[in-house]
């Protein structure tokens, strides 16, 4: 079984940098695509950033041109680089893997790591 364990979150004021990490038990980089997810107070879980096999990456519009998702293969963690973070990213921040063959999530929902973003 894949277990994966977000880390990184934290308190920064509008305009600051967090760069999460997402730990995962072997590399499974190159048999799914893994993606950051992010869930606010009282909204649903949405996405933030993907990255596929072959190092394709994705960003939803409000996230792109400040996020950066990457990965290191040896270090079998993924991480996303967050700049110029706005109030409105305040949310858990998830990760996962999707095996899109069987429509399925590779591991269970862990705990995420908390994102806040406020003066």
């Known amino acids: 079984q894949v277990q994966l364990v977000e880390s990184g979150g934290g308190l920064v004021q509008p305009g600051g940098s967090l760069r999460l990490s997402c730990a995962t038990t072997?590399?499974?980089?190159?048999?799914?695509?893994m993606g950051w997810y992010r869930q606010a107070p009282g909204k649903e879980r949405e996405l933030v950033a993907t990255i596929s096999s072959d190092g394709t990456t994705k960003y939803a519009d409000p996230v792109k041109g400040r996020f950066t998702i990457s990965r290191d293969n040896a270090a079998n963690t993924v991480y996303l680089q967050m700049n110029s973070l706005k109030p409105e990213d305040t949310a858990v921040y998830y990760c996962n893997a999707r095996d899109n063959w069987n429509a399925r999530w590779v591991a269970q929902w862990g705990q995420g790591t908390q994102v806040t973003v406020s003066s």
């Open positions: 072997r590399n499974i980089f190159s048999i799914y695509p």
